[in-house]
């Protein structure tokens, strides 16, 4: 079972920049697909990025050009690099984990909406 634990978030103004981090630990990382999950008040939570085994990553429109999800090498840390924020950015944030030997970054990315590891979130609060 691995263990997630985020830390990173806070407030920021529109078009500042946070950068997230997710320690994880646990059983070994190898074959794992990671990702960085949000959700809104009262909302769906929804998917950010993902990354692969082989550093693939994926992202959804609305964030493609201002994260970047990335690990290291140890793959003992995933971060999340958020540039110009937007109040609509504002969510909690929750890292994901799951062992799929093969899978893309997007094939990863469907598949932890579902069955991922979770850690416990972390807010972020862009304000306007």
């Known amino acids: 079972q691995v263990k997630l634990v985020e830390s990173g978030g806070g407030s920021v103004e529109s078009g500042g920049s946070l950068r997230l981090s997710c320690g994880v630990s646990g059983e070994t990382k190898k074959d794992y697909c990671m990702g960085w999950f949000r959700q809104a008040p009262e909302k769906e939570r929804e998917a950010v990025a993902a990354?692969?085994?082989?550093?693939?990553?994926t992202y959804v429109d609305s964030v493609k050009g201002r994260f970047t999800i990335s690990q290291d090498d140890a793959k003992t840390t995933l971060y999340l690099q958020m540039n110009s924020l937007k109040p609509e950015d504002t969510a909690m944030y929750y890292c994901?984990?799951?062992?799929?030997?093969?899978?893309?970054?997007?094939?990863?990315?469907?598949?932890?909406?579902?069955?991922?590891?979770w850690g416990q979130g972390i807010q972020v609060i862009v304000t306007s």
């Open positions: 990354i692969d085994s082989d550093g693939g990553t």
């Open positions: 994901a984990a799951l062992r799929v030997k093969g899978y893309t970054s997007v094939q990863g990315l469907a598949a932890m909406a579902q069955y991922a590891s």
